[in-house]
């Protein structure tokens, strides 16, 4: 598959490394495992003869150092007298080179120091301060276990908190690109086409990619995909998400599993687990970036008419229709669990074409908030609404899979009393379905 979009980030990538030809940068490049991070930065690196590329594995630092050096003299055609068998001797031989010369230094899955020696980061602390202020290299530094990066980068007490002068978050293809792959790919898509492909991928660059490969477009050949054994999908919420949760990582497979079930709200999770749960549901919004507090909008913070969802589709899609048919999908009851998808996939759908249709309001770039609305015990529900504040409009919009099973009468009866907050606004109601993507 072609590399897509991404140009924002590539022209901050090609602005920062002119800004290293004058003094040292150090950027911290974060986002989900598969979301891209690596073809981003080889892309914007494919034609500077002067960048390093290393990636982390977890191995020995005499080992790992062998094939660092190797990259250097390769890369930058010097040569190395001596051996070099830590990260340190290595990264001070850098730094020291940078002040000679501009060149750009690519360290992939950065927060596997922890597991080769977690002594790299002070080191690489005293040496960073040391000759910063005169060198000139181009530091980019990548991982992707969220909760491991946000501790080295942001926690106070680590050695590197405040160094970086450019933190990039790299996140999953917009619906517009998405359409964009579509059309490419499969120019006679249709809508249910182009719904299937967001619900499950989300737009996260490697399931895009693996299904792209196998022409998989509609919703049958894409459960096809999933459903199968040997499919990459079955295990993937498992393998991205154990490092991150640890030895915790059943209660939080549990919430979230029970989260995509649409069971929102932290008392209907705590009832079914019979145990307290606030401290994982802040941890998995802050600390893991994985879930979303929901409010009406308008609605005053910290209020306690909240709901909690998962903001990747597809770990939704996974805790929903994988790991809950767990005992299934084990002994390869594929037909089962997929039985239980198309039965339940219209009702499930329509609640993704919401948030597809709340993500296309935001690449508009019209609108000061966009969120939902409801009242107390779910009352008056209303899809989305967008507000403009500086035009003084508003946008009332219920969201369903067949607009005829839409009512504007009842969507103008529903906002009655959230448009006493907008006096003096345009208010638009519009009937938004799959025929408007």
Known sequence: MKFYNRESELALLDSIREQSKDHAKMTVLVGRRRIGKTSLIKKSNELN????????????????????????????GIKIFGSISNFKELFQYLMELSLERNFTLIIDEFQEFYTVNPSVYSDMQNIWDTYKNESRINLILCGSIYSLMNKIFENSKEPLFARATDRILIKAFSPTTIKKIMADNNPDYKKEDLLAFYTVTGGVAKYVELLVNKNA???????????????????????????????????????????????????????????????????????????????????????RNMKYTIEDNFLNFWFRFVYKYQSAVEIGNFDYVRDIVERDYKMYSGRLLEKYFIEDFKEQKKFSTIGTYWEKRDLNEIDIVAVNDFEKTVIFAEVKRNKENISIIELQEKAQNIKKSFKGYAIEYKALSMEDM
């Not at 145990?275 to 919004?285: H, P």
């Open 49 to 76: 003869n002067s960048s390093i590329y290393f990636f982390v594995a977890r191995k020995n630092e005499v080992l790992l150092c062998e094939e660092f050096v190797e990259q250097v003299i390769q890369r930058l």
């Open 217 to 303: 477009y509609t919703l049958d050949a894409i459960l096809s995909e999933i459903y199968r054994e040997n499919s990459l999908f079955i295990d993937e919420g498992r393998n991205i998400l154990i490092e991150e949760f640890g030895k915790d990582y059943a209660t939080y497979f549990s919430i979230l599993s029970l989260i995509a079930s649409s069971k929102t709200s932290r008392p209907e999770i705590e009832s079914i687990l019979e145990t307290s749960v606030g401290g994982y549901l802040e941890r998995l919004e802050k600390d893991f970036n994985i879930i979303r507090k929901v409010q009406p909008i308008l609605a005053k913070p910290g209020g």
